[in-house]
């Protein structure tokens, strides 16, 4: 069984909404459960950068929502993580649960891509598998040869297909330095807030006449699946293209993330079930 | 010929992001571009004065390859120099 390292969160009132614990709150303490891991069984996140000149980015991200975890539930949380390198070490998946006082209250997967840092002056990368001193570190049964799975395909396809369109928008952003990691690159955990924004304008300009928006304000969120193509940079534009659906009576979003950057204009797609 | 940089490169331009530099190709601008902003050269070129692969860079918007630097560049065109992904 993979090794599992376990962190206790003290709930304060950012990690939460009146209804659930923040999808992004969620995803950066998966991504905080990660450095955790690499600290205890590999190598701790700063060296694993400065002395084997490898890091990762993410690819897609995913929350499925379960038992209620609200602020007042009680006065913490656990953070429980583990790591499988994948597909010859060209991948690497993190796996994580959020433990309440009702039980678990959210699981988390990210799907990482290891990259070797080709300038160590600007973090520029390249994707690379995990290089041979890196890689024994893991336990055999924390290498899985398989290529990990992409939820996100079959849930946009759902919702496209057997979904009602309502209502569509589109947001621009600016990736200012608060939303960026310490590469000037964005953090991927601050898409929940990029495609909640473009949510919440949509469900104020058209909640009036398709009622269902409004499901966007007052239903807790119970899954969220992310992927993501392309990183933006500190100071660059993008845009969130929402569609919003009626989907077995539910609310359910799709949004692309874009830019009008040269080189292909698709940053990512992330999918929304409420 | 105007130089656009990513985001990450600012830190090495001292925060200018559009910078004009004179020169008849793209590789003669890159070359002094790191002349006039010297910490951006060991980010921009590898050892051997090429430019690194992390980077892309773009020609009013068309990609240019490592072996295509040559080409000859007007006052208005844009270069453009993104970094693909960083490790941070």
Redo the contacts between chains.
């Keep these: 069984m993979p090794r599992i390292i376990s962190v206790e969160v003290v709930s304060d009132t950012g990690h939460f909404t009146p209804l659930q614990l923040q999808p992004r709150a969620v995803l950066s303490l998966a991504f905080n459960g990660l450095a955790h891991w690499l600290r205890e069984h590999l190598v701790s996140f700063p060296r694993l950068i400065a002395e084997q000149r490898t890091s990762v980015v993410i690819l897609a991200a995913g929350i499925t929502y379960e038992a209620p975890c609200r602020f007042f539930d009680g006065d913490g949380f656990s953070v429980r993580a583990s790591l499988q390198a994948r597909r010859q070490a060209s991948r690497a998946e993190l796996d994580v649960e959020i433990h309440g006082p009702q039980g678990r209250a959210a699981t988390a997967r990210i799907l990482l891509c290891p990259v070797r840092i080709e300038d160590p002056v600007s973090l520029a990368a390249s994707p690379a598998p995990f290089p041979a001193p890196v890689l024994a570190r893991f336990r055999p049964d924390e290498v899985d040869p398989t290529s990990p799975a992409r939820p996100l395909v079959a849930l946009q396809e759902e919702v496209a297909r057997h979904g009602e369109l309502l209502a569509t928008a589109r947001r621009p952003f600016t990736l200012h330095r608060h939303l960026c990691e310490v590469a000037d690159q964005w953090a991927f955990f601050e898409v929940p807030g990029f495609i909640g924004a473009s949510r919440e304008a949509l469900a104020l300009a058209r909640g009036g006449d398709v009622p269902l928006l409004r499901q966007a304000f007052g239903e807790p969120l119970r899954r969220l699946e992310i992927e993501l193509s392309r990183p933006y940079f500190w100071l660059e534009d993008g845009l969130v293209e929402t569609s919003a659906y009626r989907l077995n009576d539910r609310l359910a979003m799709i949004h692309r993330l874009s830019s009008n950057l040269p080189g292909g204009d698709q940053h990512g797609i992330a999918v929304e079930i409420f | 010929m105007k130089i656009t940089l990513?985001?990450?490169?600012?830190?090495?331009s001292k925060f200018q992001?559009e910078i004009d530099v004179p020169g008849p190709t793209v590789a003669e601008g890159l070359t002094r571009l790191c002349g006039d902003m010297p910490q951006l050269r060991?980010?921009l070129l590898d050892g051997a004065g090429h430019l690194?692969?992390?980077?892309?860079l773009?020609v009013n918007?068309?990609?240019l390859m490592n072996d295509e630097l040559g080409r000859p560049v007007g006052e208005d065109d844009e270069v453009?120099i993104?970094?693909?992904?960083?490790?941070?």
Excluded: C, E, W
């Excluded at chain 2, 990513?6 to 090495?12: A, D, I, V």
């Excluded at chain 2, 690194?52 to 892309?56: A, D, G, Q, S």
């Excluded at chain 2, 993104?82 to 941070?88: H, K, M, S, V």
């Design positions: 990513s985001g990450n490169l600012l830190r090495f992001r060991p980010v690194r692969k992390v980077h892309r773009f918007r068309d990609q453009m993104l970094t693909a992904i960083a490790g941070g």
